[in-house]
Nanobody, 121 residues
């Protein structure tokens, strides 16, 4: 079975930085789009950043200029570098790997179990 394993979450002060990692099985990692999503208490799950196998990125407006998504195809790992963290960034962060057809049909859609990020002084 495909496994996505997130790590790197924790407690950090406002203005600090964290780097999240998500390790995936190699076959789907190399083919699919990787992404980070988050869900804060009382809020819907939202897209944070995505990175396609072709290198295209997309960021939520709330994190543009502060977060960077990247991938290492040798290590089969996607990263989310989070800088200038704010209390409102507090959430459970989920790693995602998915692929769709040109017509929009889902080929696969895998999720990790999440890692908690808490930004507080």
């Amino acid at each position: 079975q495909v496994q996505l394993v997130e790590s790197g979450g924790g407690l950090v002060q406002p203005g600090g930085s964290l780097r999240l990692s998500c390790a995936a099985s190699g076959d789907i990692f190399r083919r699919g789009a990787m992404g980070w999503y988050r869900q804060a208490a009382g809020k819907q799950r939202e897209l944070v950043a995505t990175l396609t196998s072709g290198g295209r990125t997309n960021y939520a407006d709330s994190v543009k200029g502060r977060f960077t998504i990247s991938r290492d195809n040798v290590k089969n790992t996607v990263y989310l570098q989070m800088n200038s963290l704010k209390p409102e960034d507090t959430a459970v962060y989920y790693c995602n790997c998915n692929d769709k057809t040109a017509g929009g049909a889902t080929l696969y859609d895998y999720w990790g179990q999440g890692t908690q990020v808490t930004v507080s002084s």
